[in-house]
Structures are given as structure tokens and as C-alpha cells.
């Protein structure tokens, strides 16, 4: 039955403590929204690039915020000074959450990860709960003060329509805005600071029925003051962070749209790390590009256009640009500031040998996938290098949809190569892989290398002739050879061929197995 109209008169025009207290939904939700994020990408950034670290986090978090709604409950006096010490607690506690993960993660050492789990989950469950708390309190003091303007129905529609547009905000301006710019410690800070101006304008709105004022306004005042020195220490945390957990001297740490990319350097040399995963180490980067690019390159005879799938530190072009029947070597790598980074700076370009300003290459920009979907191009040589499958966005570049653009843009003659993970550590990821590109009627040949920083590290062949070992190789290599490719192929039996399932769209099989093989480690 529906309510009479009389019931509920509405003003025409909503007064500022109204707006205000609506206003505070949107905000409040977007700070919510933040916290969520941000633990989850700190989940994936420092135990794992993975689906499950961000699934079990956001999984916790909203748990966490139905036990907060369910304990509101239990709040019943002085509902104003209950809401505003909680927009304290969330955001000091939620603000300070990535540095707190930060220090936490540098202090412990590698072994006791199970420390900084409890810690993790611990701060996810206690963030989560109070921002469950937060809403159903507003609705309350809105329907105490504003009880003429609005029927129960029409409060509930004004603060979730708030609420949703603010997540919104925050769910765009995450990945897009606040990470590539402010970094996830200062992102944190930020949004910690726009919970305690609420409980400011909170304060200043209801003073006249707070009994408590003066220590409230202390307290807004401490937090204040606290989360405007974190925001100002900020940079120097997160350096001191990076500094403890790379241990050498940090020349770059930038963030890009994509990713958190470090250069470090030391008298061992130089590594790369790409959200803290290492991607190459420069005293034996060799190793890795060596086997990833010649295998391939010398069987054919005389590549004249080759493309590069990834690889944007320009080591693999470096490689291919040792075969002087190369006329165009085309690059596509998703993030432009690394081929940006490893054109211009001078410790990274005199690592490839100044490979990213040949007159022989062109540098294309774009997603991988979706490139291959709309070129028409044919290549002799595909060398394929993108990082570990550890999440769906990078598995789905291991699946049979994959692999039959790749021979779509394959010559007759050609050869395509797969850098494969370690088929030491990860076997099967590693044969999931092979029976992937044979599931789309490719021949295979998997061989593997040992490169001293990543261990034994597994590579595939792909074609549609069988591959014969080259009898020539370019001069001037410093770790294959000639009569050593044969060794190559074979598979001792901890390595050797395992029964597995093909790797597709629907099924991204290969993600779960890499997550258990490589989670085993940490």
C-alpha cells in the first residue's frame, strides 16, 4: 500500500546541512571504494601478480562491510559522535593502510610472508568494517533531522544513488588517474584526508548537539595533522621502502599507466623489475635473449621481417638485428614509456645496443592482441616475450584464440618462438603451453635454458615444418652454440612432458596452474 503523498511534504529547496551530509555518502563511498582498491593491488603488487590475491581481498572487504552494517545495529546514542570518531578511525586506519603494508612488507624478511598476511587481512577486515558502518549511520542522522523531507523509500533511493556514483568515480580515476600520478601511498593518504574532512564539516555541522566538542575537534585536529605529514613523507617512505626491498641502488623508479618500473644498479649490474618481479639481469640477460631469439631466427635461413610481441627493453631486436638479411623488425609493446626508457636513458640503451632507434624498426604501442587482430602483415620470424601468465589479462596471450592470430601473420616458412616460464619450477605450466599451440595445429619443438637469475627457463618453438638445428649461428654470441642446440631439447625426467589441458579464452586453465606452481614459492 502505498504512503499518502501529505505524509512526507518536500521542500523545494534541500538545505546545506542536507547537501553536506549527501555529499558526504558520495565521498564516503569513494573512500571506501579506494581502500578496497588499493589493498588488493598491494596483495597482487607484493605477494603475486594474481587473480586470487585480488578476489580473496575483495572477497574479505565486503564481508568486512556486511558486518559493519549488521553491528550498526548496536548504535544507538549519540549517533553523530559515534559517525564522526568512525570517519576518524577509517580514515587514519584506511589512509595509512599502503604505507603501513609498505614498511611492513620491507621489514619482515622473505621467510615470514605469513606475517605480513595476517597483517594484511587483519587491516582489510577493520577497514572493511567500519566503512560498513558509515552509511547506515548517515541514513539514520538523515532521517533524524530530515524526517519532513523525504519518505523512507526516497531517503534510501538519495544516499545508495550517492553512494553508487562515487564508487563509479573512484572505480574510473583509480587505474586512469590516481596510481599513475599520486602512487598508491599517496592515493591512500589522500582519500584518508577526505574522510576526516567529513568528520570536519560533521563537527562543524552539529556542534551545537555534540556534547563532547572540544575533544572531538582535538582529535579531527591530531588526524589531521597526522595524515598531512604522511602525505608529505610519502615519497621519502616509498623510497626507503623500494630501497629495502631491491637492496641495490635505484636509478629509475617511475610509475607508468600500465605498471611500477625500477631500474637498479650495482657493481653485479643492472636488473629491471616490472611490479616487483625481476625481468632481466645484465650479467646474464644474454642467456635468456640468446635462446629466445636464435633458435628460431638461424632455422629459418634468412628472415627478412620479423616482429616482436612484447619485449619492449629492446634486448630480443638487439638480437634480431645480428641477421643481415633483416629488412624491418616491427615491435609491439603495450607501454610506451618502456620502449621510451630504453631509447633514451643511456645505462638501459647501451644495454640493447641502442637496438630502439635502428631505421630498421617500427614501434607500435598498442595491446598485442588486439594488433594481430587488425594487421594484415606477414612475418618469417615471430618472437613472442611477454611476462609470466600470472593473471587473465596476460593468460588470455596463452590461449589457442592467441596462437591462431600468430599463424595467421606466420610466412609458410616461418617460425614463431613462446618464452614459457621455468619448466622446473612450473612444469606444467610450461607443457599447458606447449599443447596450446599444438591445439591449433602448429608443430612444437620446447627447449629450455639455464639462466642464472630466473633458474631453468623453458622456451617453445612453434611453425608449420619441423625444426631442424641450425648449422650456422650469428658470431659474436656468448652462450649458444651450434653443437650445444641439440642438448637443448631434451628433458630430464623432472622436466619432461606431463598430460595437461589446452589453454582458451573460456577456461584460462593456465593462469590457475601458474598460480600454483609459482605460489608454492612465496
Not at 623500494?242 to 625500477?262: A, C, K, L, N, T
Not at 594484415?376 to 611477454?386: A, L
Not at 619450477?425 to 606447449?434: D, G, K, N, Q
Not at 619432461?496 to 606452481?517: D, G, H, I, K
Request: aromatic share 10%; hydrophobic share 50%.
Amino acid at each position: 500500500m502505498n504512503e499518502p503523498s501529505a505524509s512526507a511534504p518536500a521542500p523545494s529547496r534541500a538545505s546545506l546541512p542536507e547537501l553536506l551530509l549527501l555529499g558526504s555518502v558520495f565521498v564516503i563511498a569513494a573512500c571506501g571504494l579506494v581502500y578496497e582498491l588499493a589493498a588488493g593491488a598491494l596483495a597482487s603488487y607484493l605477494l603475486g601478480d594474481s587473480v586470487l590475491q585480488f578476489s580473496t581481498i575483495i572477497g574479505a572487504y565486503l564481508f568486512a562491510m556486511g558486518l559493519g552494517s549488521w553491528l550498526s545495529r548496536y548504535v544507538e546514542r549519540q549517533l553523530i559522535a559515534q559517525f564522526l570518531k568512525i570517519e576518524l578511525l577509517v580514515g587514519v586506519i584506511g589512509g595509512l593502510m599502503p604505507a603501513a603494508l609498505f614498511t611492513a612488507h620491507s621489514l619482515l624478511p622473505p621467510d615470514q610472508l605469513a606475517g605480513f598476511r595476517v597483517l594484511l587481512y587483519g587491516l582489510v577486515l577493520l577497514v572493511g568494517a567500519l566503512v560498513g558502518l558509515e552509511i547506515p549511520l548517515v541514513m539514520r542522522i538523515l532521517k533524524a533531522h530530515f524526517s519532513q523531507r523525504y519518505r523512507l523509500s526516497e531517503l534510501v533511493s538519495q544516499v545508495l544513488t550517492f553512494d553508487y556514483l562515487g564508487a563509479l568515480l573512484v572505480a574510473v580515476a583509480f587505474p586512469l588517474l590516481l596510481v599513475p600520478h599520486l602512487g598508491l601511498i599517496r592515493t591512500g593518504v589522500f582519500f584518508g584526508l577526505l574522510n576526516v574532512l567529513v568528520a570536519i564539516w560533521a563537527l562543524w555541522l552539529f556542534r551545537a548537539e555534540l556534547r563532547a566538542w572540544r575533544s572531538l575537534a582535538w582529535a579531527c585536529a591530531l588526524s589531521l595533522a597526522l595524515l598531512l605529514g604522511a602525505m608529505f613523507q610519502a615519497e621519502t617512505l616509498s623510497t626507503w621502502a623500494e630501497d629495502r626491498f631491491y637492496g641495490d641502488h635505484i636509478v629509475v623508479r617511475e610509475s607508468s599507466d600500465y605498471q611500477r618500473v625500477v631500474v637498479t644498479d650495482s657493481r653485479a649490474g643492472t636488473r629491471l623489475f616490472l611490479n616487483g618481479n625481476l625481468q632481466f639481469h645484465s650479467r646474464d640477460e644474454y642467456r635468456y635473449h640468446e635462446s629466445l631469439v636464435h633458435p628460431a631466427m638461424a632455422a629459418h635461413g634468412a628472415p627478412k621481417r620479423v616482429l616482436v610481441l612484447g619485449g619492449g627493453d629492446g634486448m630480443a631486436v638487439r638480437e634480431v638485428l645480428r641477421y643481415s638479411s633483416v629488412e624491418q623488425v616491427t615491435l609491439v609493446e603495450l607501454d610506451p614509456h618502456m620502449t621510451r626508457l630504453f631509447a633514451t636513458l643511456p645505462l638501459l640503451s647501451h644495454l640493447n645496443g641502442g637496438a630502439l632507434k635502428s631505421d630498421k624498426l617500427k614501434i607500435v604501442n598498442t595491446d598485442a592482441f588486439g594488433w594481430l587482430e587488425q594487421s594484415k602483415e606477414v612475418f618469417d620470424v615471430i618472437v613472442i616475450d611477454f611476462p609470466d601468465p600470472s593473471n587473465f589479462a596476460l593468460g588470455k596471450l596463452y590461449t589457442t584464440s592467441f596462437y591462431q592470430l600468430v599463424d595467421q601473420h606466420l610466412s609458410a616458412g616461418g617460425f614463431a618462438v613462446v618464452q614459457s616460464t621455468s619448466p622446473l619450477v612450473a612444469r606444467r605450466s610450461f607443457w599447458t603451453v606447449v599443447n596450446t599451440i599444438e591445439a591449433v595445429g602448429l608443430s612444437t619443438t620446447p627447449y629450455h635454458a639455464h639462466v642464472p637469475s630466473f633458474g631453468e627457463w623453458g622456451f617453445v618453438l612453434a611453425s608449420r615444418r619441423p625444426w631442424s638445428p641450425p648449422r650456422q649461428l650469428p658470431e659474436g654470441l656468448r652462450f649458444i652454440n651450434v653443437e650445444g642446440l641439440p642438448a637443448m631439447t631434451q628433458f630430464p625426467p623432472d622436466m619432461a612432458r606431463l598430460p595437461t589441458q589446452v589453454n582458451r579464452l573460456s577456461n584460462q586453465v593456465l593462469v590457475q596452474e601458474f598460480e600454483a606452481e609459482w605460489g608454492k614459492l612465496h
